[in-house]
């Protein structure tokens, strides 16, 4: 190798030396730019959760009512399949008409008066139909209090799907009435609208009216006596004795805990 040569050898050794040493890293992404993606990640993951459950929904919606379960179907399908459903739902499925069963209840159905709160009467007559398990349970709470005194005094049973219709359209309020969408457990015939009377007659202060939509109403307002306290308190344990639940706004409503077995209904009641 001559001097040359060794020079050469000697310049390209360095070069590539040097090269090696100066080789950049790529450019570090800004904190910003990190956020930026991090954000856009998370908000995939949302989006795909948010659909999932929407689609979930969906399916359970139509199982609810017998389909197929297809998520293909789009929204306004599964509404039009549930108008279909309750149109066609209209006999009677498993519902008693608690007088029929039970001689000992007071019946002042309000719906089938004008005295409400929609100022209208919307039940051609006045009759408390519920699902018949729903009403042995509602016998047997009724039993309890009789031993104490005390009655139920029933303001509205089962109300039929349609009747849910017109109340939404005198009062389309979701905070007053159900959306006749998604329907009220009122018409699964599993809910009751209830205050207590003395069982030889005689009302029970329960600190409000019926159908009274204030905070007076709620069952954790704690400005009543201690008088209605206590008759919230007797009805509320003795209906949570007999499987039913509250509702956080309304002292008088009740579901029935196994509701969910239960379609909405259109099934009328008879008034001859
Ligand atoms: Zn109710």
Not at 95 to 110: H, P, R, T, Y
Not at 161 to 190: E, L, R, T
Request: glycine residues 8%; charged residues 30%.
């Amino acid at each position: 190798m001559d001097m040359i040569e060794r020079e050469l050898m000697l310049l390209i050794f360095s070069v590539l030396l040097f090269s090696c040493n100066n080789a950049k890293p790529p450019p570090e992404p800004s904190a910003r730019t990190v956020a930026l993606i991090e954000r856009s990640k998370a908000l995939k993951i949302r989006g795909k959760k948010v659909e999932q459950s929407m689609l979930r929904k969906k399916d359970s919606i139509v199982l609810l009512i017998g389909g197929s379960g297809s998520s293909s179907e789009s929204t306004v399908d599964v509404e039009n399949t549930i108008e279909k459903e309750i149109a066609v739902n209209t006999i009677d499925e498993g519902f008693v008409n608690i007088e029929e069963i039970s001689g000992e209840f007071v019946l002042d159905m309000k719906y089938a008066t004008s005295d409400n709160f929609l100022k209208e009467k919307v039940y051609s007559c006045a009759k408390c139909y519920i699902r018949k398990e729903v009403a042995t349970a509602l016998v047997k709470a009724n039993n309890d209090l009789l031993a104490q005194g005390y009655r139920i005094k029933l303001f509205d049973c089962y109300r039929p799907h349609s009747v849910q219709k017109k109340m939404w359209k005198i009062f389309p309020n979701p905070g007053y009435v159900a959306d006749p969408k998604g329907g009220s457990i009122h018409n699964k015939g599993a809910a009751v609208d209830i205050t207590l009377v003395r069982s030889a007659g005689g009302g029970v202060d329960m600190g409000t009216d019926f159908d009274h939509f204030g905070k007076e109403a709620h069952h954790s307002y704690n400005g009543h006596s201690k008088t209605i306290r206590s008759h919230r308190k007797l009805l509320r344990g003795t209906m949570e004795k007999h499987g039913f639940k509250t509702i956080r706004t309304e002292w008088w409503h009740y579901n029935f805990k196994g509701n969910r077995g239960y379609r909405i209904s259109d099934f009328k009641w008879n008034c001859d």
